[in-house]
């Protein structure tokens, strides 16, 4: 593996980057063949998040909804917030397939919600801090919305505390996706929810092993960057640079390991 890009910092570009990024993968994002981990892992945050009749939940940056709906049958009302129209408009279909009546789709900046400072009591968002550029800002928004005692989980990918191996971790996720930024580092999330006032409750880390082509068939990787990833991990199982994703080889191709944080926290 050559020296990765430093993880980089967002652009004038970057708004316009996520969006042409998310509105080619919309089609795919649910798409389990491709993306079974990213879906079979939903219930670990449902289950963390402990929904109830009463509550008026939040999904920032909620892509397809995808958490919103899955919190949806259990809960009073959800609102689920997203820059990108084309992965708003698969929620509204997928919602109205599941025949979901209490689902609300609203296009907006998650770092400034459409809603009420004080009055949601449970708020949520999932693998979108490494691609916005003021993650601390997002989890501002989040402890704003937030009503007294209201809980707060952010569930997204935790790299690795040793630097050079979280460099080389962001850049390969960037090779994949460009609208990649950072991946928060293990821990650092529930720092930033203390630093904000919240008070974190748990902190869970899970590693989930994954094939790499159904992983760059569901960002709709451009070719030249797929090969990147693809010559970062022949390298690594050829005794060169780690990668920090411990690449293996399989009878069916490459596999690689991620690992995803669970973060769990409340408004005092």
Do not use: K
């Not at 929904?51 to 809960?75: E, K, N, W």
């Amino acid at each position: 593996m050559t020296d990765p890009d430093l993880p980089r910092e967002a652009d004038g570009d970057h708004a316009a980057r996520l969006r042409a990024s998310f509105t080619a993968q919309a089609a795919t994002f649910e798409e389990p063949t491709l993306n079974a981990a990213f879906t079979a892992g939903l219930g670990w945050l449902v289950e963390a998040a402990a929904p109830r009749a009463i509550d008026r939940c939040l999904d920032l940056a909620a892509g397809t909804g995808l958490v919103g709906r899955a919190l949806a049958p259990h809960v009073a009302h959800v609102t689920c917030v997203d820059a990108t129209p084309a992965m708003l408009a698969q929620g509204r279909a997928a919602a109205e397939s599941e025949s979901l009546t209490n689902v609300a789709f609203v296009l907006g900046d998650a770092t400034a919600p459409v809603v009420p400072p004080g009055t949601i009591d449970l708020v949520v968002t999932r693998f979108s801090l490494h691609h916005v550029p003021d993650p601390e800002g997002l989890l501002r928004a989040m402890v704003a919305a937030c009503r007294p005692g209201g809980r707060i989980v952010v569930h997204d990918l935790a790299s690795s505390p040793d630097p050079e191996l979280a460099a080389c971790q962001d850049a390969i996720e960037t090779w994949r996706d460009d609208s990649h930024l950072r991946a928060p580092v293990v821990g650092e999330v529930a720092d930033l929810l203390r630093r904000l006032g919240a008070q974190v409750d748990r902190t869970d880390q899970r590693t989930y092993t994954r094939p790499l082509e159904p992983w760059l068939a569901q960002s709709v990787t451009a070719p030249d960057r797929a090969e990147q990833v693809r010559a970062a991990f022949a390298d690594e199982l050829a005794g060169g640079r780690p990668t920090g994703f411990r690449a293996e080889q399989r009878e069916d191709g490459v596999w690689f390991t991620q690992t995803w944080e669970l973060t769990v926290a409340h408004r005092p």
